[in-house]
């Protein structure tokens, strides 16, 4: 059974970075897919980024790309997400999942770790 645990979130100024990672145990193959997705209480939580685990095809939202990064390192089983010029709109409980195939629909991912809190101060 794979288990997911996110770190790395914290209290960051706007326009500052923080590094997400999200370590996993047991077994991560070629075909599936890292995501990161975030929620903030009120509102469904949202795709950010996702990384396919073979060949490390990335995919982002909007609003992420040009300000977010993911990667993976596979010896590690790790897959981190960059996130720089944060701004306070980025604020929220951040959570990675693995998934079979690519989506941006959260229930299209079937493991998730608890998250890490990102706090961005105006």
């Known amino acids: 059974q794979v288990q997911l645990v996110e770190s790395g979130g914290g209290l960051v100024q706007a326009g500052g970075s923080l590094r997400l990672s999200c370590a996993a145990s047991g077994n991560i193959f070629s075909s599936h897919v890292m995501g990161w997705f975030r929620q903030v209480p009120g509102k469904e939580r949202e795709f950010v980024a996702a990384?396919?685990?073979?060949?490390?095809?990335?995919y982002y939202a909007d609003s992420a790309k040009g300000r977010f990064i993911i990667s993976r390192d596979k010896a590690e089983k790790t897959v981190y997400l960059q996130m720089n010029s944060l701004k306070p709109e980025d604020a929220a409980l951040y959570f990675c999942?693995?998934?079979?195939?690519?989506?941006?629909?959260?229930?299209?991912?079937?493991?998730w770790g608890q998250g890490t809190r990102v706090t961005v101060s105006a």
């Open positions: 999942a693995r998934g079979n195939s690519y989506s941006v629909i959260p229930a299209s991912y079937s493991i």
């Open positions: 990384i396919r685990w073979g060949h490390g095809t990335t």
